[in-house]
């Protein structure tokens, strides 16, 4: 049987970033056994959010790269999220819009994903998504 479980955020930053090297060797090793196909982890749209603040502030790795990354985690088989599609998207779209928060990009895409083509927002960053136009109530 395949060992299958949530991914919390501290493993994939570890998995991520080297700062402890003990941690680092396991937390790979476990995204390993995944891309093998060895086992399978669940993901929250609240660990992806977590994980973009900490590596892009914490660490100072750069948006795109840290959207490479976890875009490349999201795709592996055994990687399951009731929201995959919508993350990948999310990411894709944080990456080229700087001034959004992940958080910002999400409610964008999720709206897109709805078939909503209005967001109530004062917010006037908010107006950056295709599709779905900003409205100040």
Same mark, same amino acid.
């Given at each position: 049987m395949t060992p299958e479980g949530? +991914? $919390?955020?501290? *493993?994939l930053i $570890?998995? +991520?970033?080297? @700062?402890?090297? $003990?941690?680092? @060797? /396991?937390? %790979?090793?476990? +995204?390993?056994?995944? %891309?093998?196909?060895?086992?399978?982890?669940?993901?929250?749209?609240t660990v992806v959010l977590e994980a973009t603040f900490v590596l892009t502030k914490a660490y $100072? *790795?750069? /948006?795109?790269?840290v959207s490479e990354q976890l875009s490349e985690l999201l795709t592996l088989t055994h990687v399951v999220s009731s929201e995959k599609s919508l993350l990948l998207r999310t990411l894709n779209l944080w990456a080229r819009e700087s001034p959004l928060s992940f958080a910002d990009c999400y409610h964008l895409v999720l709206a897109d994903? +709805?078939?909503?083509? @209005?967001i109530y927002s004062f917010d006037k960053k908010m107006?950056?998504?295709p599709g779905v136009e900003r409205i100040e109530p």
């Open positions: 949530f +991914l $919390d955020t501290s *493993i $570890d998995a +991520l970033v080297p @700062a402890h090297a $003990d941690h680092h @060797a /396991r937390a %790979s090793g476990l +995204l390993s056994q995944v %891309s093998q196909g060895n086992a399978i982890l669940h993901v929250s749209v $100072d *790795i750069p /948006r795109t790269e994903a +709805l078939g909503l083509s @209005a107006g950056r998504h």
